[in-house]
């Protein structure tokens, strides 16, 4: 006598990457990130690459090393991700998905901690220029980043846009570039990721 087992197979397990718990779903419509979410996302990224001169390929590291690389699968797609952003030279039109949009804020914030003692010298820096009436180009670590940040912005971004005209003289850029300094601080402490991550969307939903 002979019997017949149907074996049916094990259903992927959906659960999303250990470093995406504890950054909740937002309601969206059609899962589509706002401009604001999109626009803040690369400039903080951009800040990075400002950072550090391997910040570009350090991100495609840090999402390997945190079980992403499903999500963002290789230099194309971040570049395709990033473009999403509505400033850029080669906007692109696709939306920023949710689990895209919370991949970034947990390589940002990984990256963010590792990078903590030089952005936390930079900031310092800073104040105590200020405070003596000094301009910030004279530190050069300082004046390094600031000079990299504006680069980057100006090769990477469309001139033509409102958003990127606000931004053409050196100290606005300036100004933006420590702002965002002081943003990857805030995503170095308890609780960054979702705190960057509910800030994303104030006001927008």
């Avoid at 197979?9 to 909740?24: K, M, Q």
């Avoid at 991100?59 to 992403?68: G, S, T, Y």
């Avoid at 943003?183 to 609780?191: K, P």
Wanted: glycine residues 4%; aromatic residues 6%; proline residues 6%.
């Amino acid at each position: 006598m002979s019997a017949s087992v149907s074996v049916t197979p094990p259903i992927p397990s959906s659960a999303p990457p250990v470093s995406l718990e504890g950054l909740p779903d937002i309601e969206l419509t059609q899962d589509a990130c706002p401009r604001r979410a999109r626009q803040q996302l690369d400039l903080i990224l951009l800040a990075i690459e400002a950072l550090d001169l391997g910040g570009s390929e350090a991100i495609l590291i840090v999402a390997e090393e945190l079980d992403l690389q499903e999500i963002i699968k290789n230099r194309v797609h971040l570049w395709q991700i990033r473009s999403t952003n509505p400033l850029r030279k080669f906007s692109q039109r696709r939306p920023l998905k949710q689990v895209e949009a919370k991949s970034l804020v947990a390589i940002i914030c990984y990256i963010a901690r590792r990078l903590t003692v030089v952005i936390r010298q930079l900031l310092l820096v800073e104040q105590q220029l200020k405070d003596k009436g000094l301009p910030p180009e004279q530190n050069f670590r300082l004046a390094e980043y600031l000079l990299r940040f504006r680069s980057h912005f100006r090769q990477r971004m469309n001139p033509r846009r409102a958003g990127v005209m606000a931004y053409s003289e050196d100290e606005k850029l300036n100004a933006l570039a420590l702002q965002l300094l002081e943003q990857l601080l805030f995503c170095t402490g308890t609780a960054g990721a979702q705190r960057l991550w509910v800030s994303l969307f104030d006001g927008e939903v």
